[in-house]
């Protein structure tokens, strides 16, 4: 079992950063490869961001290649997902989530966070 929880999410002007952490319950952590999700208003949730679990792999959505980060530090359980040059589009919630691989990581995550909200004005 894995609990998530995510933080710094908030509103940022368009142009701005944002780093959102996912801290994970458990001893378990470092084998899970992770991932991040978002879900903007009347939209689909989509997936956004993976890392494997020694962070030697990631992967991005097309959306937001060259603008976000993800990142994991294994000694403190907590994944990391940096974004920049944010744009109103990526108004959403954001939410982390586990799952046994990468693949899994970006189609059907075992363990998922509640959520943080971003908001980018115009």
């Known amino acids: 079992q894995v609990q998530l929880v995510e933080s710094g999410g908030g509103l940022v002007q368009a142009g701005g950063s944002l780093r959102l952490s996912c801290a994970a319950s458990g001893r378990t952590f470092s084998s899970y490869a992770m991932g991040w999700f978002r879900q903007g208003p009347g939209k689909l949730r989509e997936f956004v961001a993976g890392v494997s679990y020694n962070g030697a792999a990631t992967s991005y959505a097309d959306s937001v290649k060259g603008r976000f980060t993800i990142s994991r530090a294994n000694a403190k359980n907590t994944v990391y997902l940096q974004m920049n040059s944010l744009k109103p589009e990526d108004t959403a919630v954001y939410s982390c989530?586990?799952?046994?691989?990468?693949?899994?990581?970006?189609?059907?995550?075992?363990?998922w966070g509640q959520g943080t909200q971003v908001t980018v004005s115009s």
């Open positions: 989530a586990a799952a046994v691989s990468l693949v899994a990581a970006q189609r059907n995550p075992q363990y």
